[in-house]
């Protein structure tokens, strides 16, 4: 299991998708406080506000980035061969999931981390860190980048299954595209006529991921947002086991 986990893990490394879209990523992070530097002066601003503001705007890096990287990682894959090879070698079914549910669900991690926490430290090297009223610097950074971890993984147990179902890069991109930029709004317009569905979007990971960066939470509020991904992130990633699990490899 080890040597797989490593396996996946250096295919990640190698994979020219993840590399690509890292540095596209990277790149914007950096421009954009340098950019406001330049534009509005050293007094503009400081990089705590500025990592706010990444936050928000690392709603669809988080959704959607990580679907180009789940067509490329995991459905690719079947259609090169891959999948066929590595269950030839002996491996069973859950062992080759787990370790590419792992490998991708870092990957995921990785490059949704990347915007705020570039962003965050670029903008403080150039307008200086600034407070935050009624709370340590230090917990909140903490806070935030627990929790967008827990909710990159949850969206990641989301694209792997689409990527199980449909293993082709283009369907899966495709498909995960059009399901993250709609399914949000659709279960919202739900909930404001059907009491059920306003029940299961308050209960949502798409609802919940736009709290993550409020200052002062309750101890109530902060279990949700800690459960509901974590809860998330088991029951699809269970599903796409049954889903490999039954699926032809050719």
């Not at 995991?74 to 030839?88: D, F, L, P, Q």
């Not at 409020?214 to 949700?224: A, R, Y």
């Amino acid at each position: 299991m080890g040597n797989l986990i490593r396996s996946e893990l250096f295919k990640l490394r190698k994979d020219r998708s993840f590399w690509v879209l890292s540095w596209i990523i990277l790149a914007y992070a950096l421009f954009v406080p340098i950019f406001q530097f330049f534009d509005n002066g050293p007094q503009y601003s400081t990089g705590i506000k500025i990592y706010l503001n990444a936050l928000a705007g690392n709603n669809y890096i988080t959704k959607l980035v990580p679907c180009i990287l789940a067509g490329f990682f995991i459905s690719s894959e079947y259609s090169i061969g891959t999948m066929k090879s590595m269950a030839s070698t002996g491996s069973s079914r859950e062992r080759i999931y787990v370790a590419k549910f792992i490998a991708f669900t870092i990957g995921a991690v990785l490059l949704s981390l990347l915007y705020p926490v570039m962003n965050g430290v670029t903008a403080s090297l150039l307008f200086g860190f600034g407070d935050i009223p009624q709370i340590t610097e230090i917990n909140f950074l903490v806070q935030t980048i627990s929790l967008l971890i827990l909710y990159a993984a949850a969206f990641a147990s989301i694209m792997a299954l689409f990527a199980f179902i449909l293993t082709d890069s283009g369907k899966t991109i495709g498909l995960s595209f059009l399901f993250f930029l709609l399914f949000d709004s659709i279960l919202q317009a739900l909930s404001a006529r059907f009491s059920i569905f306003e029940t299961v979007y308050d209960y949502s990971v798409f609802k919940l991921f736009m709290d993550i960066s409020k200052v002062n939470l309750e101890s109530g509020e902060l279990l949700k947002l800690i459960l509901v991904p974590i809860l998330t992130c088991i029951g699809f990633g269970i599903l796409g086991y049954l889903v490999f699990r039954r699926k032809e490899i050719k």
